[in-house]
Nanobody
Framework: QVQLVESGGGLVQPGGSLRLSCAAS????????IGWFRQAPGKVLEGVSF????????????YYADAVKGRFTISRDNAKNTVYLQMNSLKPEDTAVYYCAAGRVIVVLTSRGEYDYWGQGTQVTVSS
């Protein structure tokens, strides 16, 4: 059974940090692009950060949305089939439900329709 299970969301004050985890099972995640979308209340789904499979060259393997560059860091531990999103210097505008997604053949990283599997989402709330 294919699963993507997110964890690590919660309530944090502005300037704080959270680390999201996405545990993959039921498929060979090493060969998949895995990353994060988010959806804030009343807004469309937005691509946040993605990492292509390990067998790709280093060029273009990692993507960050402009809004999170310098604050968020994506990483993956293939031994644990887990992808992480370290979020630092969080802002109220980062408040959203964060979804993990995985896709085998991804042309446009931010194109939601190209992803094969999705997690259930984890809430991140940045508020004082």
């Amino acid at each position: 059974q294919v699963q993507l299970v997110e964890s690590g969301g919660g309530l944090v004050q502005p300037g704080g940090s959270l680390r999201l985890s996405c545990a993959a099972s039921g498929f060979a995640s090493d060969y998949y692009t895995i990353g994060w979308f988010r959806q804030a209340p009343g807004k469309v789904l937005e691509g946040v950060s993605f990492m292509r499979s390990s067998n790709r060259s280093s060029d273009g393997r990692i993507y960050y949305a402009d809004a999170v560059k310098g604050r968020f860091t994506i990483s993956r531990d293939n031994a644990k089939n887990t992808v992480y999103l370290q979020m630092n210097s969080l802002k109220p505008e980062d408040t959203a439900v964060y979804y993990c997604a995985a896709g085998r053949v991804i042309v446009v990283l931010t194109s939601r329709g190209e992803y094969d599997y999705w997690g259930q989402g984890t809430q991140v709330t940045v508020s004082s």
